[in-house]
T-cell receptor, first 115, second 112 residues
Framework: DAGVTQSPTHLIKTRGQQVTLRCSPK?????VSWYQQALGQGPQFIFQ???????QRGNFPDRFSGHQFPNYSSELNVNALLLGDSALYLC??????????????FGEGSRLTVL | GNSVTQMEGPVTLSEEAFLTINCTYT??????LFWYVQYPGEGLQLLLK?????DKGSNKGFEATYRKETTSFHLEKGSVQVSDSAVYFC???????????FGGGTRLMVKP
């Protein structure tokens, strides 16, 4: 049973560019959340998708957007990249059955470096 | 809003030593509490959880008790191993459900 898979694992962009990160949730999961983890810090919630709609959003600017597809996979898009966007971006999946307890399954992340 | 504060690391211990990593939280209502672990080069994994006051979560020799009166969820292990070297994150999930608020993480290094 495949867990949460993310791509790409590493990427380098320059300021002002745009980036798309991809995530496939664990089999049987229908909810995808995205987190940003800056070096040496804890993950920060960006947003969550369920039934192809954004259900919750953290304190991130509109430059951060997302999408969920009918097969529950998801994309995170970041426009007009800033140096401060350099971080590990984590995707986490859950099912409606465990959503109330907050138990999430995380992928290994996509490491974004902005130069 | 919700917040989690955990002791700063790194914490360096010898093998078989006793481990405590402190975690306190601020939240409205009755959150669920979690410890996640991040091994080098891997994603976060759920270590243990507790969903109501006085619950004790346990896994792989680690334990943590949900203390509502002190708003704490300290992680303990009686005898650490080199393989326990990792970064540990305390987290909470509020009444709104599955959005997690994480602490800053504590790096544990266990020496043989």
């Amino acid at each position: 049973d495949a867990g949460v898979t993310q791509s790409p694992t590493h990427l380098i962009k320059t300021r002002g560019q745009q980036v798309t990160l991809r995530c496939s949730p664990k089999s049987g999961h229908d909810t995808v959340s995205w987190y940003q983890q800056a070096l040496g810090q804890g993950p920060q919630f960006i947003f969550q998708y369920y039934e192809e709609e954004e259900r919750q959003r953290g304190n991130f600017p509109d430059r951060f957007s997302g999408h969920q597809f009918p097969n529950y996979s998801s994309e995170l898009n970041v426009n007009a990249l800033l140096l401060g966007d350099s971080a590990l971006y984590l995707c986490a999946s859950s099912s409606t059955g465990t959503s109330r307890t907050g138990e999430l399954f995380f992928g290994e992340g996509s490491r974004l470096t902005v130069l | 809003g919700n917040s989690v504060t955990q002791m700063e690391g790194p914490v360096t211990l010898s093998e078989e030593a006793f481990l405590t990593i402190n975690c306190t939280y601020t939240a409205t209502g009755y959150p669920s509490l979690f410890w996640y672990v991040q091994y080098p080069g891997e994603g976060l994994q759920l270590l243990l959880k507790a969903t109501k006051a006085d619950d004790k979560g346990s896994n792989k020799g680690f334990e943590a008790t949900y203390r509502k009166e002190t708003t704490s969820f300290h992680l303990e292990k009686g005898s650490v191993q080199v393989s326990d070297s990792a970064v540990y994150f305390c987290a909470l999930s509020g009444n709104a459900g599955n959005m997690l608020t994480f602490g800053g993480g504590t790096r544990l290094m266990v020496k043989p």
